[in-house]
């Protein structure tokens, strides 16, 4: 072997310090960049927040007024079903009456006529 190829002891230990110096550079955290303007992120990101939240309560508002919606409907149903009984009712009774009324006025021309024929 030539004589330059060879090196001595404190050559391999002057390449391995510098293997390790790079090797530890490679893992040193680089510096960050740092935002020009943080404040325009950090109002983007409230943005995000206000609409978020402003979204989430109109869902709420859309949920209270469709449950208030279903309890009026259902009283509205419950109301009109109360409506059409009691209009049967008054219907049943009309007609009872328009009988009995029927009835009484019969039963009074034939006393009337009973009345005129005895006369």
Known sequence: MKEDTKTGF???LKT??????ARLAQLRPKPTQVD????DRREVREAEL?????????????????AADAVLA????????EAATLEAKRGER???????NA??????????????TRT
């Open 10 to 12: 404190s050559e391999r």
């Open 16 to 21: 391995a310090a510098a293997a390790k110096t």
């Open 36 to 39: 020009a303007n943080p404040e």
């Open 50 to 66: 206000v609409a978020v939240r402003q979204e989430r309560n109109d869902a709420k508002v859309a949920r209270r007024q469709a």
């Open 74 to 81: 259902a009283e509205q149903a419950r109301l009109a079903a």
């Open 94 to 100: 009309k007609q009872r009456k328009a009988l009995s």
């Open 103 to 116: 009835e009484a006025k019969m039963k009074k021309d034939a006393k009337f006529a009973a009345y005129r």
